[in-house]
T-cell receptor
Framework: GAVVSQHPSRVICKSGTSVKIECRSL??????MFWYRQFPKQSLMLMAT?????????EQGVEKDKFLINHASLTLSTLTVTSAHPEDSSFYIC?????????????FGEGSRLTVL | KQEVTQIPAALSVPEGENLVLNCSFT??????LQWFRQDPGKGLTSLLL?????REQTSGRLNASLDKSSGRSTLYIAASQPGDSATYLC???????????FGKGTTLSVSS
């Protein structure tokens, strides 16, 4: 299957700082990328959908000014958690799909665990 | 709005047992359905993808079925092993280009 790489896998930061998470599709062009958040013992909750070259579409209740998403190329999307606070501590996972993937399967990164002190 | 429900929330079985995990979804007009495995603290491993036009998919000891009209899917695991212990997530995609909507998962524990 197609490969999606996410970096960093773990990050610990102080409250008030900003953290950037990268999501790359390594062997296909990802026209659409999705960002999810998973709290402990909970399922994955969709945060936003980003299409290459367009502004991201955020789910209800997700602050677009806090979670900045950039999808400037067909292989890279970034999620920046601005002015992070302890309640932002979570597991963030990206997912990617592309027109070349005729099965419509979505592929997931390895996830990034954010801990805000 | 699509909602995905998985039953049971947790399941404990002895090694060697065959088992079924259930997934239901409220809107039957889906594009496809995927089953994933997630180990504690880890990302997702895709197990099976079923297109809306398909009835089932098989991979090794895993078999997933889809009954779109009734809004149900099952994941059958044959001859379970301790290494199968994980959380199994069902997710549906309503249309091409949209995100997967996840259920809360079934946490499986297989004892040796």
């Amino acid at each position: 299957g197609a490969v999606v790489s996410q970096h960093p896998s773990r990050v610990i930061c102080k409250s008030g700082t900003s953290v950037k998470i990268e999501c790359r599709s390594l062997d296909f062009q990802a026209t659409t990328m999705f960002w999810y958040r998973q709290f402990p013992k909970q399922s994955l909750m969709l945060m936003a959908t980003s299409n290459e070259g367009s502004k991201a579409t955020y789910e209800q209740g997700v602050e677009k000014d806090k979670f900045l998403i950039n999808h400037a190329s067909l292989t890279l999307s970034t999620l920046t958690v601005t002015s992070a606070h302890p309640e932002d501590s979570s597991f963030y996972i990206c997912s990617a799909g592309g027109h070349s993937l005729i099965t419509g399967e979505l592929f997931f990164g390895e996830g990034s665990r954010l801990t805000v002190l | 709005k699509q909602e995905v429900t998985q039953i049971p929330a947790a399941l404990s079985v002895p090694e060697g047992e065959n088992l079924v995990l259930n997934c239901s979804f409220t809107d039957s007009a889906i594009y496809n359905l995927q089953w994933f495995r997630q180990d504690p603290g880890k990302g997702l491993t895709s197990l099976l993808l079923i297109q809306s036009s398909q009835r089932e998919q098989t991979s090794g000891r895993l078999n997933a079925s889809l009954d779109k009209s009734s809004g149900r899917s099952t994941l059958y695991i044959a001859a379970s092993q301790p290494g199968d212990s994980a959380t199994y997530l069902c997710a549906v995609r309503n249309q091409a280009g949209t995100a997967l909507i996840f259920g809360k998962g079934t946490t499986l524990s297989v004892s040796s």
